[in-house]
Structures are given as C-alpha cells and as structure tokens.
Nanobody, 123 residues
C-alpha cells in the first residue's frame, strides 16, 4: 500500500504561484504513476496532470497546460505540482493519487489518494 500526504495549499492572488507537494510512505513509490486531481465546490473531481513512474512522461488537462508543471523526486518519495499564473477558477481542493496505469486521466484508475489540500485564488 501507499499512503499519500498532500501539502502546500493556501490563498494566493490571481496571477500568483503555488507549489503543491505530495509525499508517499513506503518503498514502492517509484513503481507508481502519479496524478493530481481537483474538486471545486459543487463540481465533480477533475483531472489536472499525471506523471509516469520514471518522470519521463507527463500528461496535462488543457485548462492547465502551459501554467502547471508536474514533477517528481523518487529519492524523496514526493511528487510536485507547480502552479503558475493562477486564476480564480483554479480554486479547488487538490488531491494527489497513485496508479499503476500510465498517464491516465480517469480517476477510477487511481487506487491511492491523498487527503487533499485547499487552493484558493482571489481575484
């Protein structure tokens, strides 16, 4: 099993930046492809970005492409989401998740989830 802990959320003005972190317990982190999802109030959870187990492959939702960057450090058991040029519509709870499937945007393929971290972007 993998346990994931999210951190790094907060309040930021539009146009600002935040970096989210997700740290995993266990020695099998490097075997998992990782993803970030988000859920805004009253909306369904949606895909944000994914990264392969090696870090060589990435996948982004169109609405964050060019603004967000996903990365990982397997030596630290951590995956990151660098968020730049934030918009009020990026306000949501952000979750990291682990999957054995490659770069998928389907949350049903992710077996392990972090607890989520709140990101609020003010206009």
């Amino acid at each position: 099993q993998v346990q994931l802990v999210n951190s790094g959320g907060g309040l930021v003005q539009a146009g600002g930046s935040l970096r989210l972190s997700c740290t995993a317990s266990g020695r099998t982190f490097s075997r998992y492809n990782m993803g970030w999802f988000r859920q805004a109030p009253g909306k369904e959870r949606e895909f944000v970005a994914a990264i392969s187990w090696s870090g060589d492959g990435t996948n982004y939702a169109n609405y964050v492409k060019g603004r967000f960057t996903i990365s990982r450090d397997n030596a630290k058991n951590t995956v990151y989401l660098q968020m730049n040029s934030l918009k009020p519509e990026d306000t949501a709870v952000y979750y990291c998740a682990a999957s054995t499937s490659y770069l998928r945007d389907d949350q049903n393929l992710y077996a392990y989830w972090g607890q989520g971290t709140q990101v609020t972007v003010s206009s």
